[in-house]
């Protein structure tokens, strides 16, 4: 490990105005892909990609996703005692109210304490089906945690640090990729020339990254996000630190943008899903703490029946690094 992920006045992501200057501790926790799921008998709710997408349930992810788990990654969030908790799509399999009613549920401790303070987006997961996307079944069971109630939503954190929610979710038929929008980037740049005029650090939380890692991921258009090349020159031109936080793909890890190294990507990975040759869910998430001008990324993961903490790598342009394998 080469230290933690931190952004200090001689690296090339503190160049704005928050190089050297100090503000007050701000955390963050940031999880995703929960992918709670449920059967469903209901005639009405089966035909199309939903029926497909509960074979697959039935014959692969009701084993692979231990959602009985759930009580222990709460607890651990809870501990932490964060600022923000930022959820970053797919609380649910096939957009079931059933699914969606497990996920609140299970999350209730959190809504409970840390109320007002939750912030979350959907993911391809969570608008499953054309018909999903018309009734908003998302934002009528977690509509609570869709900050403002606007898409996107942005949230001042104080210190010259924003927080931004986008909704890329469409009706892809039987792909699962997401789209960036025209009046979704029109309205990032109304953003920036009017309230974010100041900011000197953003946060970005989409299901979707804009990019995906070469080598481990081939360029798929059936799950990429469309459009997102000109999101990606939009934060590039910010000028500040940005930290993309998002999901889709269930592997946790930490990337620098190779052409626009003001963007780091943190992937929170999948925590209850139990990789192959493992007995046991990969229960974990990822944390941002924000001090005195610098961000430092921190990793909570489960090892057999203790919780560790470790920094994550900052990594150079380009670079990636595994935050899913213990040990690392």
């Not at 931004?164 to 990729?177: K, V």
């Not at 990507?265 to 869910?281: D, E, F, S, T, W």
Request: hydrophobic residues 40%; aromatic residues 10%.
């Amino acid at each position: 490990m080469r230290g933690a992920a931190r952004y200090s006045p001689g690296d090339p992501l503190a160049t704005g105005p928050e190089a050297g200057r100090g503000v007050a501790m701000f955390r963050a926790v940031h999880i995703g892909d929960l992918h709670f799921w449920r059967f469903t008998a209901n005639p009405a709710l089966l035909p199309g990609k939903r029926l497909l997408g509960l074979a697959n349930l039935a014959l692969r992810r009701s084993r692979a996703f231990q959602q009985g788990r759930a009580g222990e990654l709460v607890a651990r969030i809870g501990d932490a005692a964060p600022d923000r908790i930022l959820l970053s799509g797919d609380f649910t399999t096939t957009s079931l109210p059933s699914e969606f009613s497990a996920a609140k549920d299970a999350l209730a401790p959190l809504e409970e304490r840390f109320a007002g303070r939750i912030r979350a987006v959907p993911g391809n997961h969570d608008r499953y089906t054309r018909r999903e996307l018309r009734a908003k079944s998302f934002d009528r069971f977690l509509g609570d945690w869709c900050f403002r109630g606007t898409w996107p939503w942005f949230d001042d954190a104080g210190g010259g640090l924003w927080i931004a929610g986008i909704d890329a979710t469409t009706s892809n038929g039987l792909g699962c990729f997401g789209t960036f929008r025209d009046e979704t980037l029109e309205a990032l740049k109304a953003w920036r020339s009017g309230e974010g005029a100041d900011a000197r650090e953003l946060w970005i939380v989409c299901h979707f990254p804009t990019e995906d890692l070469p080598g481990v991921f081939h360029r798929d258009r059936g799950r990429e996000l469309h459009g997102g090349d000109r999101l990606l020159r939009f934060l590039g031109e910010l000028n500040i630190p940005v930290f993309y936080l998002h999901g889709h793909h269930h592997y946790r890890w930490i990337y620098r943008s190779p052409t626009h190294p003001n963007v780091t990507y943190l992937n929170a990975g999948a925590p209850m899903y139990r990789r192959k040759g493992m007995a046991r869910a990969d229960l974990g998430f990822l944390e941002l703490l924000r001090e005195n001008g610098t961000t430092a990324v921190k990793v909570h993961r489960l090892e057999g029946e203790e919780w560790k903490v470790s920094d994550a790598t900052l990594p150079e342009a380009g670079e990636y690094f595994d935050l899913q394998t213990p040990g690392d």
